[in-house]
DNA sequence: AAAAAAG
């Protein structure tokens, strides 16, 4: 199966050749057709399948003919988070080179001035969270009723975020006659009847089995009290091998915090969660996409859907109260046929999450102890992907610098600081220390002895997995003519 | 219990 065996436009297949993909993934094989049919379709699909260059790429084709006309957008996609909003429009971008398509990002936590120029001006699609939309409909800045195409994207997510009203007013604004699009991860009810009510005989697509038995995450949880999450998640970070990682926690003070602390212990860090100002969030998140830092403490904003590409390692600070978010978090890693590692940190509030996570996944994750530096595992070359073809040998990139490193888990590991000790004294130092953070030294806390730096060679599969090409859809690097977009928003 | 999204 290939590309130009979809329908697409010369255009398209030209830029998707150049984005680097020749071979569709199975719900872009399946959805494409669909779509450029007109059809209604229900997809069944996380991201890291493909499937946002699923519907990107059979929209640009079906919007390259018609024209735009002020306030009245032709398509409309919508977006739980601002993030996933923002990543949806890279997409747009780097697909529709070949194509005089304007584009409007709605989201709020900006200024609203640009995007109602755009709105006056006219444009082909509208990417949008829900409130911001609403917003501007009220204040008659948009017309919907020239919008025969919708996109509902991560819908059952959208239902957790109580968004289900908004989307059946937006629904009711656009046109009855229109061509619909639903992807959902899961198919709660509340969703099954959503679509039933918007949707007209549509063509259902599966493709994406849960996250959980993603066979290229190897999941591990480990016994913790609650005092020491933060030494446990140091020493994993240390020692496991971390080339990049996202560290999600319950609630927004403690990735606040936690951030702080990692980033005062020399952890090449950054945060996102709701409370900070949109800017701020953009600018960290695209820190890290760039390399610029290697650990992302987040909040559940970044849980799912977020494509960043060479995540190693997610950890799970906190046991997420909702199971699913488990299976979404962890979700980060090991995209794209990618190796990834999955770490829960359990403590006894955990407890109830943890058992409900395991009900959720269908069975006990395996426990990683680490006291007594008894390792249940430990990644090695092996455990990484052999090269995925397609010029992976790229050099790394630049800012792409792995974590303080110390050998992985075996039989002389170092234990974790005793609660009596002076709990830094007894850590390995990080040889490599990530410079960013000018550490703050207290005399309370010496540094540690270092510890003998890994070789080379063991971070260098991940790296090379971080630089290797991305299935379509998935985030692939900053893509230049992003700049007018955040410039839309800015 | 939290987080997210409009401000």
């Known amino acids: 199966m290939n590309f130009a065996d979809l329908g697409l436009s010369d255009e ?86 070949n194509h005089d398509l304007k584009m409007a990002l709605l989201i709020g936590g900006v200024q609203m001035g640009d995007q109602v120029k755009a709105l006056t001006e006219g444009v082909d699609v509208l990417i949008a969270t829900p409130g911001r939309l609403m917003d501007l409909f009220e204040r008659g800045k948009i017309l919907l009723t020239g919008c025969n195409l919708l996109v509902i994207d991560e819908a059952d997510r959208m239902l957790d975020m109580g968004f289900i009203p908004d989307i059946e007013t937006i629904c009711a604004k656009l046109p009855a006659n229109r061509q619909t699009l639903l992807f959902s991860a899961t198919m ?4 099954k009847k959503l679509a039933d009510k918007f949707l007209s005989n549509p063509k259902l697509i599966e493709v994406a089995r ?75 998140l695209q820190r890290f996409k760039d390399g610029d830092i290697n650990i992302l403490v987040a909040s559940d904003v970044a849980a799912r859907g977020l494509d960043v590409k060479g995540v190693s390692h997610v950890f799970n600070f906190d046991t997420p109260w909702h199971p699913d978010d488990y299976v979404h978090r962890i979700g980060r ?103 960013r953070a000018p550490r703050r030294q207290r005399e309370d806390t010496p540094v540690a002895a270092s510890a003998p730096r890994s070789a080379p060679e063991r971070a260098a599969p991940v790296a090379a997995q971080r630089e290797a090409p991305s299935a379509p859809g998935e985030w692939n690097g900053p893509v230049p003519g992003f700049l007018h977009i955040s410039a839309l928003t800015a």
């Open 188 to 191: 709660p009810p509340p969703i």
């Open 12 to 97: 398209l297949l030209q830029a998707v050749e150049l984005a680097g993909y020749s071979e569709p993934t199975p719900i872009q094989a399946q959805a494409i057709p669909s779509v450029l049919m007109m059809r209604d379709l229900i997809g069944i699909a996380q991201t890291g399948t493909g499937k946002t260059a699923g519907f990107v790429l059979p929209m640009l084709d079906i919007l390259a003919h018609g024209r735009r006309r002020a306030l009245m957008p032709r398509s409309l996609i919508l977006e739980p988070t601002r993030e996933l909003a923002a990543q949806v429009a890279e997409n747009f971008e780097k697909y529709g080179k």
């Open 210 to 284: 849960p996250a959980t038995t993603n066979v290229n995450i190897v999941q591990h949880k480990v016994n913790v009290s609650a005092r020491k999450k933060r030494d446990v998640l140091r020493h994993l970070l240390q020692t496991d091998n971390v080339t990049t990682a996202i560290v999600f926690a319950n609630r927004k003070t403690t990735v606040r915090d936690l951030a702080k602390s990692l980033k005062r212990d020399g952890f090449s860090a950054g945060e996102i969660h709701g409370d900070m100002d949109q800017p701020s969030r953009n600018a960290e």
């Open 333 to 435: 890693t090991g995209r794209g046929g990618a190796t990834g590692r999955a770490f829960t940190l359990v403590a006894e509030e955990d407890a109830e999450a943890i058992a409900n996570v395991e009900k959720l996944t269908g069975g006990p994750i395996p426990l990683f102890e680490i006291d007594g530096a008894r390792a249940a595992s430990s990644p090695t070359a092996e455990d990484q992907p052999a090269e995925r073809g397609r010029g992976s040998r790229r050099a790394p990139r630049r800012g792409a610098k792995a974590a303080p490193e110390a050998p992985a888990h075996s039989a002389e590991a170092e234990p974790l600081p005793r609660a009596e000790r002076p709990e830094r004294a007894e850590r390995p130092e990080r040889a490599e220390r990530p410079q």
